[in-house]
């Protein structure tokens, strides 16, 4: 009866004053974890004689690659001893910022880079992971004043054409035409393949799709005439919808695919050339620095990047019949190739 | 609860349930089969249809018919449900297509293009449409929301694949008829299951329920077949363990049964022995009785003879005695025959009531006058001790009733005249009453209330014991056989009631009968008193109470008032008495000579009140000068007591008659003559007597005369009919026994042959055995008269069959009484005498054929009695045709027990009849039987056949006597 009686008054009086306490703590606890997130990595309450310079790392929403670069980005900065303050600004959380306490703004990822231009703001802007392409067609649409290149600067996503070419080449040396679909943005792509195609030894087909119209349709004049096909990152071309149709016809064909990333070898490309988000952030951290040493006076010039990776699927190797395809031997080799290129 | 049989029921339990569960999954799997069928085809359908949309996603992104074409015709080719197939692209328009042009219109027809997979279902086909949607893959590393291109799940087109119900319909078609085969087959199976199990079932239980019947019927050697196992196999093996039990108790009982049979045939024969030496005995105890009935017949009528002549010639030498002294002397001879009669007639009913041959009377009879005549025959003697004789006589009890008078009369008559013996003083009461009745029988009780002796209760009981008196001295005192009490007992006892005694050694006796009497269906209409008297007061005077008492019951029926005066002293107070009106007065006197004085003054005084009302007075005496002196007194009546209500009411009728005389009815007296009475009434009578006894008939002559009738006499019946011839009589007296011609043969004669045709014949007989009389008198005779003979009889007779006028009242009714007396005793009927000889012929032989018949055996084995000899063989004989019929029979059909039967008989038979050869033969056949060795048997019952033919051959010729 006693045992009863405490149980029930423990139930009773207990049980609410917990979910009391609960809810009162909660949002505090909250509050304090995005401020963490939200407020830069150097609290601005910390007197400092110099004033630092403030770089803003901004993304649009969250991706695994985005943290790799920003972990690429960190650990580039880290070893440093005069580097900037940066702070991580994910557009989609945040409240309205004021961007002029910023000298740098890092915008990852093409989204990001499309928010911080419709922004117009005067900070100067790095752009980071995100085509060339891309970038060329945000920086056209945006406002002009970033079209003089002088605020604004890119560390692109993908490969040089000639770095493709490459492969191809070290792939499959008895290759002698690739063929390449070209969308809206075929002149970003043509003058680079032209040039490079002597200096691999190879002929490129250049099958055009027209807007509204089906690649598949292009890719049907051009699959028969070419040993390889080469997909570039133009998304009128090669989007996920039409990937399938691609993939199928070029297996169905027997013609080798070569992608530019590691999801599209997955999907069915025999293999690509692609640089990781991680590396990509640290080849940014050193451009950081480098506008940092600056002052934040000047911006480099938008680059490739400095490092790649190759992957193979050898499901579809061995699928088109190639045969001991040694990855070290393809980056050797490709390496020997890119030296000194800068396309 | 159906009256099903076991077979019925296992079929109902086994197929029923069979069936139900049968068709109910029948029907359920049936449908959910063709459920099935539908939903497999459609999904069927549905997945053929989105694989396609899979496999056609290339083909119509690329827009490649040639692609799309090969897969649909490849799709159709492997399914022949498939009518057909379209691909139509995201506008709906025909990309390609298999199937006939006919059934093209049918996937427009359903083109509302869903946008998820649909079905439609049609009576003959379905329509499964599904989208083709492009799936995206993702190719970049990094998010590029940037791309306009990518559209996720976009609608490529569409895959319309037309299907046909008609293979789901045959398979459905099939899967019924499967599952109906498949129920037949399992109903077949379970029923033939079933029948098996019923089979295995009844088969046993039938021959087991044949088993039991034959077993039933007898044949214990029956046994159930082992066809079947489990319980009822047990149940078999428990019938044939109980036929087995059976049969061993058949065969124990058979063998008991054969054990006792054969005990039994020994017990028969040596009952059979036993009969034949019982019967041997029998008839010599029959012929021993018959032969002392014959010699009682005989001694009686050889003793009743010569007393017949002593008794008569004494009231012959009566009516002419003139000396006192010879009166005297005769008068003892005459009464000392008369008892020595009377005991002789005691002997002959004691002996006919032993011998069984006593035979009661149904006849009407009136008891009042039946007890009227007893007492006015006793009352002499009563007289005689001045004993007051008192009847009384209750109102209830029928006078009209249907019995043996004289019997009656005879006991009643030997109980008053034991109590008037054995009473010195006081009075003798008889009290007859009525106890009830029931099934028309009367049942009635006389008491005889006397103030006698008494009897002792060690005396009570040898009373009723033969040749028995209450005291051995009593013999010598009062005389008597001491048969009296035991044939009225005996005689009582025929007339189904009992007789008793109730008394005090010193305190007098009630000796008590009792009499079941059928009542009479007639009725005779009393007399009644006139109304003169009626309503009148009678006064009645008498010293005795109970004599007082049954004066009183006499009258007071007759709506009188009645006063009773016990003293002479007071019934001066009566007369004075004035609100009395009395019409009549009766005077009882005790005793004469006591009372002659107050008597006489009473009956002045009566005279000088009431000179004119009758006065009736009763004397205890015979007296006629006394009864006249109370006439002379004034007494209007003068009777002798006891009274009776008939001749009191005839008295006080008398006396209420002036024109009627006055009379003195007196009680008549066994004792007295007949008085010298008008010879000259048969004067011109001509009569024949006829016996072979001369003393007899010259009694018969003398009495004859007596009367004044011209007497012929004849010697024996020759003589009868000699002189019948020559004379016509008014009368023929004939014995019967005599020699030359009985008397039977001559009235014969006499009736055919002469002039006497129509001339009484009365037969005189000394034969008093029971039936005699209606033997004679069905042989012919007109009467019957039993020696000795009275003149009381004589007179009777003539008064009776020969004309006359003038006989007087008083002796014609003397006569009468003293001829019912006479006939109570004597009535005995006779043995006929030459149908029985006293002692057997010495035999005389005859036997034709010594070889077979023994006859001194014979007549050894029958205890050297002839005729019994002879009637064994007779009977032998007489058996002999139906024996051998049975004999013949049984051997023809070898009906071993039969013949058995029938041989033991003959054996039987012949064991008293002195045929030794046929006992032999007939011995030695059974014996054959008796141990079943049949092989010898149809000989040797042959030879004993031809032994029974010869034996019957002798039918008449083989004579003992």
Redesign the interface.
Known sequence: MRLALSCYVRKTIFLPLLVLVSCLLLPQIAASSNDQQAVPNTPATQPASPKPALVALVT??T?S??DACLIGIRSGLQAEKHKPDITSINLKNTQPISWDKFQLVVAI???AT?EILKLGLDNKILAV??PKI?YNQ?VYQASDKYKTGTNISAVY?DQPVGRYLALINALAPQAKTVGVMLGEGASVYEAPLDESQHLYQLQVRHGYVKKGL?P??AL?TIIDRSDVLL?L?D??V????????I???SYRKGIPLI?F????IR??ALTGI?TL?QELGYQTSQKILAIHQQNYQKLPQPAFPDSFDISVNYQVARSLGFKNVELNKLKQRIAEHVKGENF | MFKWNIKTRILFLSLVPTFTIALLLGIYFVSARISDLQRALEERGIAITENLAYAS??GV???NAQVLQHLINTARDGDSDIISIAILDEGGHLFAYNGPQSALNKHRESNSLPSTTDVAIGDEYIIVQTPII???????????????????G?TLGYISIQMSHKEATIRQYQTFTATFFIVLTGLFGSGYIAVRMVRDVTTPVIKMSRAVDQIREGRLDVRVEPVATGELQTLAEGINAMAESLREAREEMQQNIEQATSDLRQTLETIEVQNIELDIARKQALDGSRIKSEFMANMSHEIRTPLNGIIGFTDVLLKNAQNPQNIDYLTTIRKSATNLLTIINDILDFSKIEAGKMELDNAPLSLRDTLDEVLNILAPASHAKKLELVAMVYADVPDDLIGDALRIKQVLTNIVNNAIKFTKQGSVVVRIMMVGEENGLVNLCIRVTDTGIGISDKQKRNLFQAFSQADTSTTRKFGGTGLGLVISQKLVQGMKGEVGVESKLGEGSTFWFTVKLERASEQTPTELIPSKISSKDVLIIDQHPVTLLSLRQNIECFNVKISECASFDRVQHFLLDGSKDYGLFILGSRDYDEEATKLEKVMAEIRSQFPQVPLITLLNTNDNQIRQLMLDKGSSQCLVKPTTQKRLVESILNSLDSERPVTVVEATDDEALPSSHSESSYRQCHVMAVDDNDANLKLLTIFLQAFGLEVDQGSNGLEALRLAKKQEYSMIFMDIQMPEMDGITAMQAIRSNTINKDTPIIALTAHAMAGEKEKLLSAGMDDYLSKPITEQQISALLDKWVTQKAISDNFEKATKEQNDAANAAPASPAIPSQSSPTASPKPTYLNPAPDLVDLEQGLAQAGNRADVAQEMFDMLQNSLPDARKKIETALEIEEWEALQSAVHKLHGACCYCGVPKLKKQSNYVEDLLKQKDYELVPDEAGVLLMLIDKVENLKGQVKYI
């Open positions: 649009h929403g991706h690659s985005y990822g093409s989204k499309s992971l995100l891309t945000l996503l089906s598949l349709k049907g997909a990152p998304t009128s090669y989007n996920s919808n039409t990937v399938p149709g993939l199928l016809s992608g990333s590691r999801a599209y999907a069915g692609y988000p | 996603e290339y992104a690329s827009g492009g799936q995206p893959i993702e190719i970049s590393d990094v998010p590029n929301e940037l791309n306009q291109f990518a559209i996720a976009r």
